[in-house]
């Protein structure tokens, strides 16, 4: 029974960051909440040493398209510099949810020199495979006669130690990285 305790104590170590909804500011030990408004955070923790706001992107469907230069045989003694289609889709949320080589889907490929796999966020593809030389994005279509609404990310950073950065969509805190 003891046994039981401390797995169950250790999982709730591991995972309660993850669910976390309360974070002590940066620079001191006030609580702040997701939710909470920008001015909020900033009388308890105090004013950031970086605040940045822009037009959030919605992340939409996507998918990238490369090119990767490959040394191909041509019949004859001399090699021919080419190049090899790579394509990678995205789901709404930025997982690669299909990976196709030369128009074969793979579950996984090293054709980028690193590894890239099913799953991969967008991120980790552009660092495996730099910047894609095309990007198809699904459109999303607003009702007729009405405009699609843009949202506000805000991104403030503390220089404690380590830095903090609390991100904020539309006035209203969302997490930290």
């Keep these: 029974m003891k046994r039981n305790n401390f797995i169950y104590s250790l999982l709730g170590l591991i995972l309660a960051p993850q669910f976390c909804f309360a974070y002590f500011c940066p620079t001191n030990f006030n609580q702040i909440n997701n939710g909470d408004t ?28 490369y090119f990767i230069s490959q040394t191909v045989s041509m019949g004859n003694l001399e090699p021919a510099q080419g190049t090899l289609k790579t394509s990678v889709s995205f789901d709404q949320s930025g997982k690669a949810i299909n990976i196709s080589v030369n128009g074969v889907g793979v579950g996984s490929s090293l054709i980028c020199g690193g590894n890239i796999q099913l799953g991969d966020t967008e991120e980790a593809i552009k660092n495996a495979c730099g910047k894609p030389a095309f990007i198809n994005k699904q459109q999303e279509q607003p009702a007729p006669g009405t405009q699609t609404p843009t949202s506000k990310m805000t991104e403030l950073t503390y220089h404690s130690n380590p830095p903090t950065v609390l991100m904020f969509k539309d006035g209203l805190l969302t997490g930290k990285k």
Excluded: H, Y
């Design 38 to 65: 920008i001015d909020q955070v900033k009388q308890l923790c105090g004013n950031p040493d970086l605040e940045v706001t822009k037009d959030a992107v919605p992340n939409v469907p996507q998918e990238w398209t």
